[in-house]
């Protein structure tokens, strides 16, 4: 796909994601653990754009930009979710917000 | 393609130094007009050989060179990456906004025609809203990386109130956009040289006046200038979120805020009022609406537009320097009520009733 | 394939080199605040790949929507919360152990299929490819349904996060 070949933009998406993964994994802190997600997010965001500039097809950006959309939308109630529960318990470490666990 | 790159380069260095030098101008004003205003004499002790040049040696030469030679203090508890990085985040985008501002129409050289804008991105007004949306994380790292009430609250009333006014920059944008049918700044300067009624050169401010106003707001407010200056308060925050900055550092926060000043006239000049354009003057020369035309060379054309662009940079930058002098601040919870229950639904209202007209009276639908 | 590298590809390998260890950065550093400044750089530069394969509107809206809206509101939440530098950032050793086996293990699984897969069928781009016009084109004919459920949807995301984030008074 000219200069540039697309299995390039794809593996560097599917490293992203695996960094993003391995975040959620390994960090106790939500906030942490929610700046992975977004990284995941926006490895999947390149993978489409790559294969819509291979396609010749508008799709896969269109695609992106509901993808931010929603990205956007989910990180304020994220967030919001998060203060509430740090109001609440005085912690962001997902260790000790536990309580719904047996 | 090294003449492409050359050019190029040319026309970003041109457009740096024309901001750099207005910039200094309206430090320069910002003194001078200050003491008129105010009924006094401003500073004019600094002198090269007795030669003190209404203070331009002060303001220009002596305060530089004074904050360059300031001992860098940065807090012991702070954190040194941030506290270094904030300043260079706070400039950088601000200049680099240049470069899809047009200084001028084309440029005919050795028989290549020049675009005069340093980047011809056609996406011009978006990436301008970017590098604003980019100049938050300037303030909001200043304030946490100092460690030090003054600077946090500084920091987080700044950052809230750019973000506030983002808002309503953009949608009174949208009118603009919705006038001129681009994204392109050149575009639009260019599309404000046809005339109305045969006479009237069609300037942004006849189209948007009220998309004038919110912008010009939202642009002081964006630049924290008073009567928004609340988060750098020189009488209650010490200085805000540039209290523990001393040095180099200070200056390069004191130049972003004269730089946003430029810019802000820039983006006011280009969109409201023509840009470089002079009113009938066309690439071949003067074409007067009642008769006559007065044939120029095209370097004589770019040099006229050039000027008028800098005049009325040079305008804009005064008129901001005089609303600061004149007007009180604003209490924060008067600054956000205006930001968010005044302009936001202004600007929504401006959008909807400019495209009601547009598809009205120029029949133009998708 | 790696006979000639032309510049654009050794660009590419550069900023990818980045990108990578601009995302490493935000998931393993003990400051939340470096982490928010580290996503910052990632997303400016995925930024520069989408002008790279003609995504100019999406490119500049990744800057103004996430590097310049969504990050700013991770390091307002930070800075309100006060989070210091953690001391225990991470679960123990063999958690870090296993997740990054499984991390490798998972690119290596996705690599290795994309390469195994089928090209999908190579075609040229049209001019004003990636504009706004296209995108905008594409957004209010083919896509008009979704188009007005996001913006639905953002207005409850709106609603609900000012209604979880008020102090609970009475």
């Known amino acids: ?102 | 393609m090294a003449v492409d790159v050359a050019i190029a380069a040319a026309k970003a260095l041109f457009i740096v130094l024309l901001v750099v030098q207005v910039m200094g101008l309206g430090v320069f004003f910002e003194r001078k007009v200050s003491a008129l205003i105010q009924d006094r004499i401003g500073a004019n002790r600094a002198a090269i050989f007795g030669f003190a040049g209404l203070g331009l040696v002060n303001t220009l030469v002596a305060d530089p060179i004074k904050f360059l030679l300031k001992e860098d203090v940065v807090p012991a508890s702070s954190d040194r990456l941030l506290h270094s990085l904030a300043p260079i985040l706070s400039l950088v985008p601000v200049l680099v906004t240049f470069a899809v501002v047009p200084f001028g129409d084309v440029l005919e050289v050795g028989g290549r025609v020049v675009n005069l804008q340093a980047a011809e991105l056609s996406i011009g007004i978006l990436y301008v809203l970017a590098m604003v949306s980019l100049g938050v994380y300037g303030v909001v790292l200043a304030g946490w990386a100092s460690n030090s009430r003054w600077s946090l609250l500084g920091g987080i009333r700044g950052s809230a109130q750019m973000i506030s006014y983002e808002i309503a920059m953009g949608l009174a944008l949208i009118g603009i956009v919705l006038t001129y049918n681009t994204l392109d700044l050149q575009e639009m300067a260019r599309a404000q040289g046809t005339l109305l009624w045969g006479w009237l050169p069609a300037w942004g401010i006849l189209y948007q006046p009220i998309g004038f106003l919110i912008f010009m707001t939202a642009g002081i407010a964006e630049s924290k200038r008073i009567p928004f200056d609340l988060p750098e308060s020189e009488s209650e925050l010490v200085s805000g979120y540039f209290t523990e900055y001393s040095g180099p550092k200070h200056l390069m926060f004191m130049m972003s805020d004269f730089v946003e000043v430029v810019l802000v006239a820039a983006l006011v000049t280009t969109l409201f009022f023509g840009g470089w354009q002079i009113p009938w003057l066309y690439r071949d020369g003067f074409h007067f609406p009642f008769g006559g035309a007065v044939a120029l060379p095209s370097l004589a054309v770019a040099v006229l537009q050039v000027t008028s662009f800098a005049l009325k940079l040079v305008f804009f930058t005064w008129l901001q320097i005089v609303i600061r002098w004149t007007l009180p601040r604003f209490r924060y919870d008067q600054l956000m009520r205006l930001g968010w229950q005044g302009l936001l639904p202004l600007a929504l209202a401006n959008v909807v009733v400019s495209a009601l007209l547009i598809v009205l009276w120029s029949g133009r639908s998708a | 394939m790696v006979g000639a590298l032309g510049v654009s590809q050794v660009a590419f390998l550069i900023l990818a080199a980045l990108t990578v260890l601009s995302a490493l950065t935000v998931v393993v550093h003990r400051n939340p605040v470096h982490s928010a400044v580290a996503l910052v750089s990632t997303l400016c530069l995925l930024a520069l790949f989408f002008f790279a394969l003609d995504a100019q509107l999406v490119a500049i809206l990744q800057v103004i929507v996430y590097a310049g809206a969504i990050v700013v509101l991770f390091l307002f939440v930070i800075m309100l919360l006060n989070l210091q530098a953690q001391s225990r950032a991470t679960g123990g050793p063999l958690l870090v152990a296993a997740a990054t086996l499984g991390g490798v293990a998972l690119a290596g699984l996705v690599v290795s299929g994309l390469g195994r897969a089928a090209a999908p069928p190579a075609a040229g781009v049209g001019a004003g490819f990636g504009e706004t016009a296209a995108l905008a084109r594409e957004l209010f004919t083919a896509y008009l349904l979704p188009f007005e459920l996001t913006s639905l949807l953002l207005l409850v995301a709106i609603v609900g996060a000012v209604a979880l984030a008020k102090k609970a008074d009475g």
């Open chain 1, 1 to 102: 796909m000219g200069p540039t070949p697309l299995g390039w933009y794809l593996a560097l998406s599917a490293v992203l994601f695996a960094i993003g993964v391995l975040g959620v994994l390994v960090r106790r802190n939500v906030i942490i653990i929610f700046m992975a997600i977004e990284i995941m997010l926006n490895a999947v965001n390149l993978a489409f754009v790559a294969i819509a500039r291979s396609r010749g097809s508008m799709d896969g950006q269109v695609i992106v930009f509901f993808v931010m959309t929603v990205a956007a939308a989910e990180a304020a109630v994220g967030l919001a979710i998060i203060l509430a529960m740090f109001r609440n318990r005085e912690t962001t470490n997902a260790d000790e917000l536990a309580t719904l666990r047996w």
